[in-house]
């Protein structure tokens, strides 16, 4: 019967199942940035015992992070490196590092550069100085399209055909209580953003956040990038995001003016 192992295909199976599990709980951690044990089992439809075998696996590969304080998981170290690189693999400005450290150093303020992936937006550079704490927006994060100001500078120059399939595919879930999650609502921001040129993030992704941002198109006129800027609320009111914005987006037309050579 030609030496065939029965069990074979099970043990196949079982370590391709592992993957597919390990995977589905970043996944899910990305979805929900932090989550305690009970919680992911139930949402990966997994044994306690099961989740708690791959987490503490993926944790000691730094794929996953476990506060012990809280008790919860979240994002790992790892797969924010390995995020960020997958990002830098688009076809980047050669000098957007360059570009965006020169705004930070003339402004005194953390620059971001994001790319959109799919409904999220990531971040693959970060432009810090001296004073200027980092946030969310660190490199390697992925956050959703509709509650960052990079996100929205990215929506607002989408098609309405691609629009429309962004919606359908984004169920718009709330970050904070301020975050627009409403159809009508969103695609008044966006044309509030197009008409002055920048996007803003008032407290939409994190409690306390505010962030301004611009986008820069590819060679094709089609949204590549975002460069944005984020603070605590009281150093970045309405005010000094329309001042910021104007510096931000000269950077971000050298960095369209670069991919348009």
Same mark, same amino acid.
């Given at each position: 019967?030609?030496?065939?192992?029965?069990?074979?295909?099970?043990?196949?199976?079982?370590?391709?199942q592992s993957?597919?599990?390990?995977?589905?709980?970043?996944?899910?951690?990305a979805? /929900?940035?932090d989550?305690? @044990?009970?919680?992911?089992?139930? #949402?990966?439809?997994?044994p306690?015992?099961? !989740?708690? $075998? +791959?987490?503490?696996?993926?944790?000691?590969?730094r794929?996953?992070?476990?506060?012990r304080?809280?008790?919860?998981?979240s994002?790992?170290?790892?797969?924010?490196k390995?995020?960020?690189?997958?990002?830098r693999?688009?076809?980047?400005?050669?000098?957007?590092?360059?570009?965006?450290?020169?705004?930070?150093?003339?402004?005194g303020?953390?620059?971001?550069?994001?790319?959109?992936?799919g409904?999220?937006?990531?971040?693959?550079?970060?432009a810090?100085?001296?004073?200027?704490?980092?946030?969310?927006?660190?490199?390697?994060a992925?956050l959703?399209?509709?509650t960052?100001a /990079?996100?929205?500078?990215? @929506?607002?120059?989408?098609?309405? #055909?691609?629009?429309?399939?962004?919606?359908? !595919?984004? $169920? +718009?879930?709330?970050?904070?209580?301020?975050?627009?999650?409403?159809?009508?609502h969103?695609?008044?921001?966006?044309?509030?953003?197009r008409?002055?040129?920048?996007?803003?993030?008032?407290?939409?992704?994190?409690?306390?956040?505010?962030?301004?941002?611009?986008?820069?198109?590819?060679?094709?006129?089609?949204?590549?990038?975002?460069?944005?800027?984020?603070?605590?609320?009281?150093?970045?009111?309405?005010?000094?995001?329309?001042?910021?914005?104007?510096?931000?987006g000269?950077?971000?037309?050298?960095?369209?003016?670069?991919?348009?050579?």
């Amino acid at each position: 019967m030609g030496g065939c192992n029965p069990d074979g295909g099970d043990m196949m199976l079982g370590r391709v199942q592992s993957l597919v599990r390990a995977f589905g709980i970043l996944d899910e951690l990305a979805k /929900a940035r932090d989550l305690n @044990l009970g919680d992911l089992a139930r #949402s990966m439809d997994l044994p306690r015992s099961t !989740a708690h $075998r +791959l987490l503490t696996t993926m944790e000691a590969l730094r794929y996953v992070a476990f506060d012990r304080r809280t008790n919860l998981w979240s994002v790992g170290e790892q797969a924010f490196k390995v995020g960020a690189a997958f990002a830098r693999a688009g076809d980047a400005p050669r000098h957007s590092a360059s570009i965006a450290r020169a705004v930070a150093d003339e402004l005194g303020q953390c620059v971001n550069v994001s790319v959109p992936k799919g409904i999220n937006i990531c971040y693959v550079e970060q432009a810090s100085v001296d004073g200027a704490g980092a946030t969310v927006a660190r490199p390697g994060a992925v956050l959703p399209l509709h509650t960052t100001a /990079a996100g929205k500078a990215v @929506l607002a120059h989408y098609s309405q #055909s691609e629009l429309e399939v962004y919606l359908q !595919a984004s $169920r +718009l879930r709330p970050q904070t209580s301020k975050s627009i999650v409403d159809h009508a609502h969103l695609r008044s921001e966006l044309e509030l953003t197009r008409v002055r040129g920048f996007a803003v993030d008032d407290e939409e992704q994190e409690e306390g956040l505010r962030c301004v941002a611009t986008v820069v198109m590819d060679r094709l006129g089609k949204p590549q990038r975002a460069l944005s800027i984020s603070n605590r609320g009281p150093f970045l009111d309405r005010r000094r995001m329309a001042e910021l914005a104007v510096p931000l987006g000269a950077a971000a037309r050298r960095m369209t003016a670069e991919l348009a050579s």
